[in-house]
């Protein structure tokens, strides 16, 4: 029981981060917060993240291309120009590497206006780093593990970044419904947002790029929503543009 209480709450604080910190926050500036926040959950999101902690800049700048491109040769991450879910990640991760080390001039034009940690950004990318949380979750399960099938697990641990991501590019680009026509094939994917907690709402998304809530019709529940709106009311964060339902309504 401890291994898979682990393991679920690694997935999920993991792709909590992820969708909050480096989607919202570091790529698309859906909202504000204070310096000591900004520090807060940049450090919040690299321990949650562990071994496969995503760079906010690198994230952000993938990301907007991804926008910017949707769906075409220049998108890092699209479905449509890959044979399978494993080549896309590999080829994002070979993308992601480049412009992590400033490598890659298609990104030079969305650079900026993104959280930055150089220091920890460093570490976070060395052996020491990557190496040692590996270690921390298989010694957990040596611990704990109480059946050989648990360790394999460990795999999605290392990985939960990456996996989160191909979860989100591959699905949302590839199976669903629309809502609206972006001229790409973002798609919501709600069968399997259980898994991406909002993310899967990607042709709403793609609509409304600044809408910090990615359900557009009364049954598309985003969770991560839940969490911003109440991060809201308590004023550690300030939603930087709310979107109103006669604005949505002419939209669709």
Not at 238 to 247: C, E, L, N, P
């Amino acid at each position: 029981m401890p291994v898979l209480i682990f393991f679920v709450a690694h997935y999920y604080l993991s792709l909590f981060t992820q969708t909050f910190y480096l989607h919202r926050y570091a790529a698309h500036k859906m909202f504000t917060m204070n310096k000591f926040w900004e520090k807060f959950f940049f450090l919040f999101t690299y321990v949650c993240q562990g071994s496969s902690f995503l760079s906010p800049r690198a994230y952000a700048l993938l990301h907007r291309m991804h926008h910017a491109y949707s769906d075409t040769e220049m998108d890092p991450h699209s479905p449509l120009f890959s044979s399978n879910a494993f080549s896309m990640m590999w080829k994002t991760k070979n993308i992601y590497n480049d412009v992590l080390n400033r490598n890659y001039a298609a990104a030079e034009r969305f650079e900026g206006d993104y959280p930055e940690w150089v220091s920890l950004e460093r570490f976070s990318a060395t052996a020491v780093s990557r190496i040692g949380w590996g270690a921390l979750y298989v010694l957990f399960y040596v611990q704990f593990a109480t059946a050989w099938w648990m360790y394999l697990l460990l795999p999605i641990h290392f990985l939960m970044g990456p996996i989160h991501g191909a979860i989100v590019n591959w699905g949302g680009h590839k199976y669903g419904y629309q809502n609206f026509d972006n001229h790409d094939h973002s798609k919501n994917t709600l069968a399997l947002d259980f898994l991406a907690f909002g993310e899967l709402f990607q042709n709403n998304h793609h609509k409304l790029p600044m809408r910090v809530n990615f359900g557009v019709k009364w049954w598309e529940f985003d969770p991560t929503y839940s969490v911003i709106w109440m991060l809201d009311k308590a004023h550690i964060i300030k939603i930087k543009r709310k979107v109103t339902a006669q604005k949505l309504r002419v939209a669709a």
